[in-house]
């Protein structure tokens, strides 16, 4: 593998007595329920059409996916404003919270983005559907650098960008492989995990067990369980477990500033599903959800951790004519 580092995500061994908060009823203290340590804004609203302060709807990947023809990613700045990619017109648009289009850069109108992700040095990783490079773009919109992803005959789709300085992370959806890269170009680890259910959670646990100090890491899932996500200490003893009947965990988002552990998953609420943001905190273990309180005619599209430590939801109404962008701040 060309000198590169494989990582695997292995079981720990588990102590006979184990602690589990069990979210379905959540008996013990320690795991906060909804959004009582939850505050939430609408930090960005528009509507679609052809007007400035705008967003162009795309009929050709609405007639694709059947259900949304807006953006599907989008970035935060430090400053508090968006980077919104918007193929129709061929840009990448960056709005305040005014809805006052602030900057541009161009991109091909033939392709959409799949990711956009901002970077510490200001700089802007962009992943383009079906195409196997990451583009590094300046404000302007000048292409720095390009990284074709070095896949051979694998075939991944549904890439999501992470930047942690100058190192680049990107995970693939399919064969549960994610790759570091640092800096462009250059792989030096490949995540390998076929036990859990992300791959993501490979590469978060060493994250989570620095930052934590080596007290916590998310442990490994094994097929035979039904957990949907697992905080082991430095014993290997469950201090957050979440069973997969109670909610689902679909991603990370990665850790903030003082190494917070946010993700996102769905559970079932009286026969439909339900977006929630969950957050474990890195003092305690303490666990917070959060249900995503978009119009429940709202499509929930993409969710992001901004660098203020702050969560942000990309959602849009079926009737395809507004979008949201909303700010949810754990206070615990």
């Known amino acids: 593998m060309d000198g590169r580092t494989i990582l695997y995500a292995t079981p720990r061994s588990r102590p006979a007595c184990v602690l589990y908060l069990f979210l379905v009823f959540c008996p013990l203290s320690g795991c906060a329920q ?127 960008l992470f930047a942690f300085g100058d190192s680049i992370f990107i995970s693939g959806r399919v064969n549960d492989l994610a790759l570091l890269m640092y800096p462009m170009g250059i792989v030096i680890a490949e995540y390998v995990d076929p036990e859990q259910s992300s791959v993501l959670g490979a590469f978060f646990s060493s994250e989570l067990w620095g930052a934590s100090g080596g007290r916590y890491r998310i442990g490994a899932i094994p097929q035979s369980t039904r957990d949907s996500m697992v905080i082991v200490d430095q014993g290997g003893m469950p201090v957050v477990s979440i069973p997969a009947s109670a909610i689902r965990v679909v991603s990370y988002l990665g850790l903030d500033e003082e190494g917070n552990l946010y993700a996102e998953g769905y559970r079932k609420r009286a026969g439909k599903h339900e977006n929630v943001l969950l957050r474990v905190s890195i003092g305690d273990a303490h666990l917070t959800i959060a249900p995503l309180s978009l119009d429940s005619a709202a499509y929930c599209v993409a969710t992001e951790l901004g660098a203020d430590g702050r969560v942000y939801v990309l959602g849009g109404l079926r009737r395809c004519d507004k979008w949201v962008i909303q700010q949810y701040t754990f206070r615990h």
């Open 34 to 160: 909804d959004q009582s340590e939850v505050a939430v804004i609408n930090a960005l609203e528009g509507t679609f059409g052809s007007g400035e302060d705008q967003l162009r709807w795309d009929s050709t990947v609405y007639e694709d996916w059947g259900s949304w023809g807006g953006p599907f990613t989008f970035a935060v700045t430090g400053e508090g404003e968006f980077w919104l990619p918007v193929k129709v017109d061929g840009l990448v648009k960056r709005i305040n919270r005014d809805g006052q289009v602030t900057g541009t850069f161009p991109i091909p109108t033939d392709r959409w983005v799949e990711d956009i992700v901002l970077r510490q040095s200001g700089t802007l990783l962009v992943k383009y559907y079906r195409v196997d490079t990451v583009y590094c773009y300046d404000t302007t919109g000048s292409l720095l650098a390009q990284a074709p992803l070095p896949l051979g005959d694998r075939s991944l789709f549904q890439w999501m």
